[in-house]
Nanobody, 120 residues
Framework: VQLQASGGGLVQAGDSLRLSCAAS????????MGWFRQAPGKEREFVAD????????MYADSVKGRFTISRDYGKNTMYLQMNSLKPEDTAVYYC??????????????WGQGTLVTVSS
């Protein structure tokens, strides 16, 4: 599956952004899709993911209560609503897909990333 992330930009602390990830190549009907991010000089880290079939969600502690992941089944698209953004949220955000939603799910398909910059 091909993934196209969009929606990044430059915002101020406290602002909101919504990222989108459109999947193509096959219809997503199961498995999981998720968001990861990589800040300059840091390792890539998990942000949130969602089970495609039933919408179960998981979040990193650092974004709980501020970010909301969702999906549009019909549009084959995933979203990340980011509120109350902080400078430490600055990173390249990547979307990814896993074929199976298991405890040890592996993300094998990745999008190109979209840059989010939060100024203080």
């Amino acid at each position: 599956v091909q993934l196209q992330a969009s929606g990044g930009g430059l915002v101020q602390a406290g602002d909101s952004l919504r990222l989108s990830c459109a999947a193509s190549g096959r219809t997503i009907s199961s498995g999981a899709m998720g968001w990861f991010r990589q800040a300059p000089g840091k390792e890539r880290e998990f942000v949130a993911d969602i089970a495609w079939s039933d919408g179960r969600m998981m979040y990193a502690d650092s974004v709980k209560g501020r970010f909301t992941i969702s999906r549009d089944y019909g549009k084959n698209t995933m979203y990340l609503q980011m509120n109350s953004l902080k400078p430490e949220d600055t990173a390249v955000y990547y979307c990814a897909a896993a074929r199976y939603y298991t405890a040890s799910r592996k993300y094998t398909d990745w999008g190109q990333g979209t840059l989010v910059t939060v100024s203080s």
